[in-house]
């Protein structure tokens, strides 16, 4: 991540230039949370980071404390199940990125009591410290996964299908308390519907690694690469940067409406898997060896998103395509390799 100028032409981001912020990121151990604290911290923010290493990497708040910047970096271990912490946490902030959650479809079907704990009571909790904080913006992670069985594309805000995994369900949730406390106790919020996000610091361990790292990684171990289904299912991959242009453009937009708001955040383009293959297999100069699993349950087949919402209300240009932003993590990956293999074991 670097200094604003070099990473967007977002104009609502000017204004932290000029005004040093206190915000609390939770997850900020996690994938898009520590590299959201970063960037707020490259450019001289007060960051809180909040988080009980469920999936996230003691590392990444290492990587924090150890910066130049860490003296406006201050760690709360703890848990959003728990509505103390969540106050505590809240306390003079000015705005909220929340994203600590459980992601991962099979996981949620492996267990959904505890998706739903995580996601839903943690999510009602962060709400209403949130309030009780009076914050100014109540930013929050939610999913494409709440488009659910529609089959329409691009996928369009304002029309979503059922959803098909307890996940799915968790995140529609979300977007409902928080449109109710948005109308019953005036807490500013925005929700943004992540369209599979990689890059740096997303973690390649574990069954529910998400793809790009989990295939780098056994690209670099020469193992075999399993996709589930025929390879032909796409996704609308969004580098990380673009991520973190949502989420700050959102909580200083003076461009929202007074209702909640739900926005797409993708970069706009479709890829199959296996071109996704083909671009890891040439970036890592490797012949990719593939093998075929069903195709997962609670999955959707195809994914793309229509961002022009976004682009209205937050300014949103996302800077980065799927190939510039796979050319900018498989060599992250590289250089990391050894680090995260440790992690594994
Ligand atoms: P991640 O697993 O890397 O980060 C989630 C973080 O939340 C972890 O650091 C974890 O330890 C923390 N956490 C989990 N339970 C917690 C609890 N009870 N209390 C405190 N912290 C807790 O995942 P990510 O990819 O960075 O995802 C961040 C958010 O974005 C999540 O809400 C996820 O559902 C959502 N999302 C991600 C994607 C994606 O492609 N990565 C897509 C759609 C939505």
């Known amino acids: 991540m670097a200094p604003l100028n070099q990473t967007t032409s977002n104009p609502i981001l000017n204004v932290l230039k000029d005004t040093q912020y206190t915000w609390l990121v939770t997850g900020a151990a996690g994938f898009i949370g520590s590299n959201l604290c970063f960037f707020l911290l490259e450019n001289n923010q007060r960051v809180i980071g909040f988080d009980n290493f469920a999936t996230g990497l003691e590392h990444n708040i290492k990587d924090l404390r150890a910066s130049s910047f860490s003296k406006n970096f201050e760690f709360v271990h703890g848990d959003i199940r728990n509505l103390e912490s969540c106050t505590k946490a809240c306390s003079g902030v000015d705005f909220v990125l929340h994203q600590a959650a459980l992601g991962s479809v099979p996981r949620s079907i492996a267990d959904p009591l505890t998706s739903h704990a995580v996601n839903v009571d943690g999510f009602i909790n962060m709400l209403k410290a949130a309030v009780d904080?009076?914050?100014?913006?109540?930013?929050?992670?939610?999913?494409?996964?709440?488009?659910?069985?529609?089959?329409?594309l691009p996928k369009v805000e304002a029309r979503t299908g059922n959803v098909l995994s307890p996940y799915a369900a968790t995140k529609a949730i979300n977007e409902l308390y928080a449109s109710v406390f948005q109308k019953t106790y005036g807490l500013s919020c925005v929700g943004l519907r992540y369209f599979n996000v990689f890059g740096p610091r997303q973690d390649p361990n574990g069954q529910y690694a998400a793809v790009i790292p989990r295939w780098t990684a056994a690209l670099l171990d020469n193992?075999?690469?399993?996709?589930?289904?025929?390879?032909?299912?796409?996704?609308?991959?969004?580098?990380i940067e673009?991520?973190?242009?949502?989420?700050?453009?959102?909580?200083?937009?003076?461009?929202?409406?007074?209702?909640?708001?739900?926005?797409?955040v993708a970069f706009g383009q479709q890829t199959s898997l296996l071109d996704l293959i083909g671009q890891l297999g040439q970036l890592l100069q490797?012949?990719?060896?593939?093998?075929?699993?069903?195709?997962?349950?609670?999955?959707?087949?195809?994914?793309?998103?229509?961002t022009s919402l976004a682009t209205s209300l937050i300014s949103y240009t996302p800077k980065y395509s799927f190939e510039e932003g796979l050319k900018l993590a498989v060599p992250w990956y590289v250089a990391n390799h050894a680090q995260l293999s440790v992690n594994a074991r």
Do not use: M, W
């Open 286 to 306: 490797v012949t990719p060896q593939i093998q075929h699993g069903p195709f997962r349950n609670g999955d959707v087949l195809h994914s793309l998103a229509n």
């Open 223 to 239: 193992k075999a690469i399993t996709v589930n289904g025929d390879g032909t299912t796409s996704r609308d991959f969004c580098y």
């Open 133 to 152: 904080s009076k914050v100014k913006r109540f930013v929050y992670a939610s999913s494409s996964s709440v488009y659910g069985d529609s089959p329409e």
């Open 242 to 264: 673009n991520v973190v242009q949502a989420n700050v453009a959102s909580a200083l937009s003076p461009n929202l409406p007074n209702t909640h708001v739900a926005l797409n």
